[in-house]
């Protein structure tokens, strides 16, 4: 069966330091791969979404990037985080086809 | 355009009588529309899914929706909530090649004793 593994679960960083999420899915091959961010008191935004290695597509301009090095690994990174950038990370897969399958999430709070 | 709007920020029931959880969405095509149920510092569960099949779609935990194409809802229902119910709910539409989903502002349900 397919598992969808995140970490880490919580992260605590101070402004300006350097941020690295990492995503895995085991037991599907080319899946499609998401990034969405919850902030406190507001829906789900897809920050990234990828249909394949080194194939990714933003949705929306800011100091976030996510990569793609292997088939089933999604990493969203920051070379300085902002305060703004505190929320909850969601990585998610699709098998190219509805529906969304999604990570626990990773808490992060930039103090 | 897709688009979906959850009719109700917050809703409270007591335990054991029915849950009601709205949701309209606007789509150019025959939509796939989901139901995903998160508790607190956890991700998004799928509850169930409407994929063109069966208008009544029956899920997990005893929750059902309704696919009604002629007023562009998909509500979601339970007979009788339970106390493990309370968490936040999300309706799902997805983009026309699946690609993207669109997501409600979702509802947060609570239950009282």
């Known amino acids: 069966s397919q598992t969808i593994h995140q970490w880490p679960a919580t992260l605590v960083q101070p402004v300006g330091s350097p941020l690295s999420l990492e995503c895995t899915v085991e037991g599907t091959s080319n899946p499609n791969l998401y990034w969405y961010r919850q902030a406190a008191g507001r829906g789900l935004q897809l920050l990234f979404y990828s249909v394949g290695i080194g194939q990714i597509s933003s949705e929306v301009p800011q100091n976030l990037s996510a990569s793609r090095p292997q088939d089933r690994q999604f990493i969203l990174s920051s070379k300085k985080l902002l305060l703004s950038d505190s929320g909850f990370y969601l990585c998610a897969w699709t098998t190219g086809r509805p529906p969304l399958h999604f990570g626990n999430g990773t808490r992060l709070t930039v103090t | 355009a897709q688009s979906v709007t959850q009719l109700d920020s917050h809703v409270s029931v007591s335990e054991g009588t029915p849950v009601l959880l709205r949701c309209n969405y606007s789509?150019?095509?025959?939509?796939?529309l989901f139901w995903y149920v998160q508790h607190p510092n956890k991700g998004l569960q799928l509850l169930l899914k409407y994929t063109s099949a069966a208008t009544l779609v029956k899920g997990i935990n005893g929750f059902e929706a309704e696919f009604k194409k002629s007023e562009t809802s998909f509500h979601l229902t339970k007979p009788s909530a339970h106390m493990s119910d309370a968490a936040e709910y999300f309706c799902?539409?997805?983009?026309?090649?699946?690609?993207?989903?669109?997501f409600g502002s979702g509802t947060k349900l609570n239950v009282k004793p």
């Open positions: 799902v539409v997805s983009g026309e090649n699946f690609n993207k989903f669109y």
């Open positions: 789509s150019s095509y025959s939509p796939s």
